[in-house]
């Protein structure tokens, strides 16, 4: 079954420091790309960040760069998002999805059940 | 960067209903255009990508349409279980993607 799953969110003061993971199952990982997209309590979707399979390729939105590092170790199927300096409009459930990249449309087809991020003094 | 507008923001329709939400983009995304469903508590799903066709498993009552900047979603026949909220998504501008801020469809 292709699976991932997110972990390490939590409880941080603002300027504090989270580092999420995402454990990926039943794929091939390092033939994908991976990417990070976030959700505010009530609000839509925002797309965080992306990485290709073999790291060539690394993006972030405005409103996370320079605090955020998204990573992978293709050898421990796992993707990483380190995030500092966070800010109280950081809280968000943090997603981890598979990217079809842009030979196929840039699709997500597959999605963790998400890690919950607070960021509150 | 390339913006997303949904309408309507929310909908109300009854079972058997046929329903249709619309997605703008503000410049011309081609056919980059995905489409996701996302129930309360739960991780989006992709519904809909190229604009037009339908993820594997994606019950062909959903479809998609558009191309350039103006895109449809339509459920032809509204089932209990598509109650839930609606984002399209460019990926003109890969990877640097953005999401419409969705469409909750209610129960009438």
């Known amino acids: 079954e292709v699976q991932v799953v997110e972990s390490g969110g939590g409880l941080v003061k603002p300027g504090g420091s989270l580092r999420l993971s995402c454990a990926t199952s039943?794929?091939?990982?390092?033939?994908?790309?991976m990417d990070w997209v976030r959700q505010a309590p009530g609000k839509g979707l925002e797309w965080v960040s992306s990485?290709?399979?073999?790291?060539?390729?690394?993006n972030y939105a405005d409103s996370v760069k320079g605090r955020f590092t998204i990573s992978r170790d293709n050898a421990k199927n796992s993707l990483y998002l380190q995030m500092n300096s966070l800010r109280v409009e950081d809280t968000a459930v943090y997603y981890c999805?598979?990217?079809?990249?842009?030979?196929?449309?840039?699709?997500?087809?597959?999605w963790g059940q998400g890690t919950t991020v607070t960021v509150s003094s | 960067d390339i913006q997303m507008t949904q309408s309507p923001s929310s909908l109300s329709a009854s079972v058997g209903d046929r329903v249709t939400i619309t997605c703008r983009a503000s410049q011309s995304i081609s056919s980059y255009l995905n489409w996701y469903q996302q129930k309360p508590g739960k991780a989006p799903k992709l519904l809909i990508y190229?604009?037009?066709s339908l993820q594997n498993g994606v019950p062909s009552r959903f479809s998609g349409s558009g191309s350039g900047t103006d895109f449809t979603l339509t459920i032809s026949s509204l089932q209990p279980e598509d109650f839930a909220t609606y984002y399209c998504?460019?990926?003109?501008?890969?990877?640097?993607?953005?999401f419409g801020q969705g469409t909750k469809l209610e129960i009438k």
């Open positions: 039943g794929f091939i990982f390092s033939g994908w790309t």
């Open positions: 190229g604009a037009s």
């Open positions: 998504q460019q990926s003109y501008s890969i990877p640097m993607y953005t």
């Open positions: 990485i290709s399979s073999s790291n060539s390729y690394i």
């Open positions: 999805a598979r990217d079809h990249g842009s030979g196929s449309y840039g699709r997500m087809d597959v």
